[in-house]
């Protein structure tokens, strides 16, 4: 079982800048995928940004060169910069890790929510 505990959301004015961190605690392998995923209201949750275990990554459209998606050294803390917010960036901001062992299985935080002032 694997446990994601996120923090770092808040409100911040359009322009503005937040770091959110996901930390990542139980049985987790060493092949794997950590992402950031969101949902505003009333919408589908959809991908933000992830990366692997090797460091690759995918990000959305939208955020492309403003968000930068991290992981710390022990592998199991996510980090996810996210610069030059816009009104559309409001939503519930949720940290996901992937990883394959005899299914694959897959774990959602609780997520932290994120509102931008224009």
């Known amino acids: 079982q694997v446990q994601l505990v996120e923090s770092g959301g808040g409100l911040v004015q359009a322009g503005g800048s937040l770091r959110l961190s996901c930390a990542a605690s139980g049985t987790i392998f060493s092949i794997n995928v950590m992402g950031w995923y969101r949902q505003a209201p009333g919408e589908q949750r959809v991908l933000v940004a992830n990366?692997?275990?090797?460091?690759?990554?995918t990000f959305a459209e939208s955020v492309k060169g403003r968000f930068t998606i991290s992981r710390g050294n022990a592998k199991n803390t996510l980090y996810l910069q996210m610069n030059s917010l816009t009104p559309e960036d409001t939503a519930v901001y949720y940290c996901?890790?992937?990883?394959?062992?005899?299914?694959?299985?897959?774990?959602w935080g609780q997520g932290t929510q994120v509102t931008v002032s224009s």
């Open positions: 996901n890790l992937r990883q394959r062992g005899s299914s694959l299985y897959e774990y």
């Open positions: 990366i692997s275990n090797s460091g690759s990554t």
